[in-house]
């Protein structure tokens, strides 16, 4: 096979049977389209999420599964012959109502990932029948068969090795005879329980599956033409990026554009796969590519917005002048598996930022365990409702750059920056209160003006 494209689907482009048939016009209209990934139908994932975190009360969790059935009911009902995949996506249901019965009595990380990834499995069903109904050659595949990952339940490491050989063996052979339909942000750890690659993990696995299958493409499809400058909903003059880099991309997704997962690009940049971006409800209006070299490398490139931030501040009159402390820290941390972002240090004290990946969403929380060991060495102080602001662009360390951001922040309470450590970002931690209008700030001066002249 001399071209093998992948194609992955968000939750806005399965929403219903609409949007499935755009979905499937796109795959018609690129025949090296041969490996089709799928998200949950919107709204179905928070939905699993609250019966898998407990629902006592026995009329809410009927009212959530009811929700389930009746998103999956409409788009049924209008498949010219749907009664197989009814028959599947039924039998999930019914998965789906044992498990969260389960959850209202002892909730667990394990049972999360299960009763989560139920949402890829039905909507694959559904939108494979709707592919053979169009006449193409369609056929679902388990992913869990191929994503192997350890058993970091709602945030799972994939095994790349593992994931390649199974890819060569399993799905190659089957995309040279099919239209595969497959499931994102799901896996399987060695002993064959079901795992997740946390919130947003259906356009990494989309990328591993693309990385483990030598795919020369790999498409992401959702409900926005391309990557913009910031998000168009808090500022209306943010415009489509039609180009990007790796490295500008990655900045982007790591510190909250929701456009890409933060990990998306790490299997695509290892195989140096062009990864295209791309609104499934208008895919004429073209979208954004992102490839290892692009021809423009503007100063400012774009603005991203992560919500959710935790900062932690260690302060200890013994940090002053000695050595060893910040070590101490993080061998705590790293003991418990915790992600440190974004650190600032003075002579004695030490402020980070912690960020939350997996699949039950909010703002992380400092375990009591890490609490207690950090209290030993320092005071711990713990403040939520913040966000980070993220300028991505390129040559940040040139003279008059920090000059030109910070002239333009002067009302705003600036309660972390991070600056210099790469020449692609720089970082500010605000209230949340304020977030929206440091974006439009910024944006308004570094961006619009600069289309405006």
Partial sequence: MSALNVAKFGGTSVANFEAMSRCAAIIEANPDTRLVVSSACSGVTNLLVELANGVADQERRAELLQKLANIHDTILSQLNDGAEAASEVYSILDTITSLA????????????????????????????????????????????????????????????????????????????????????????????????LGRGGSDYSAAL??????????????????????????????????????????????????????????????????????????????????????????????LALRNNQT??????AKMFQAYGFLAKVFEILAKHKISVDLIT????????????????????????????????????????????????????ENKGYAKEVFSTLGDFNLRMICYGASDHNLCILVDAEDANNVIQTLHRELFEQNIQA
């Fill in 345 to 396: 240090t003075s002579e004695i004290s030490v402020s980070l930022t912690l960020d939350k990946t997996d699949t039950s969403g909010g703002a992380p929380e400092l375990p009591l365990a890490v609490r207690e060991e950090l209290e030993e060495l320092c005071t711990v102080e713990v403040e939520h409702n913040l966000c980070l602001v993220a300028l991505i662009g390129n040559r940040m």
């Fill in 101 to 196: 019965e389960a959850a209202s009595i002892q909730a667990s990380t394990k049972l999360t990932d299960h009763l989560v990834a139920c949402g890829e499995l039905m909507s694959t069903h559904i939108l494979a029948q709707l592919m053979r109904e169009r006449g193409m050659d369609a056929v679902r595949f388990d992913i869990r068969d191929v994503m192997r990952t350890d058993s970091n339940f709602g945030r799972a490491e994939p095994e790349l090795t593992s994931i390649a050989e199974l890819a060569q063996q399993k799905l190659v052979p089957l995309c040279q005879q099919h239209v595969v339909v497959t499931q994102g942000f799901i896996g399987s750890d060695e002993e064959g329980n079901t795992t997740t």
């Fill in 209 to 302: 599956i693309a990385e483990g299958v030598k795919a020369t493409g790999l498409e992401i499809w959702t409900d926005v033409p391309g990557i913009y400058t910031t998000d168009p909903r808090i500022a209306p003059k943010a415009t489509p990026i039609p180009e990007i880099s790796f490295s500008e991309a990655s900045e982007m997704a790591n510190f909250g554009a929701k456009i890409l997962h933060p990990s998306t690009l790490l299997p695509a940049l290892r195989h140096d796969i062009p990864v295209f971006v791309g609104s499934s409800k208008d895919p004429q209006n073209g979208g954004t590519w992102v490839r290892r070299e692009v021809e423009s490398s503007p100063a400012f490139r774009a």
């Fill in 311 to 316: 900062m932690i501040t260690l302060r200890s």
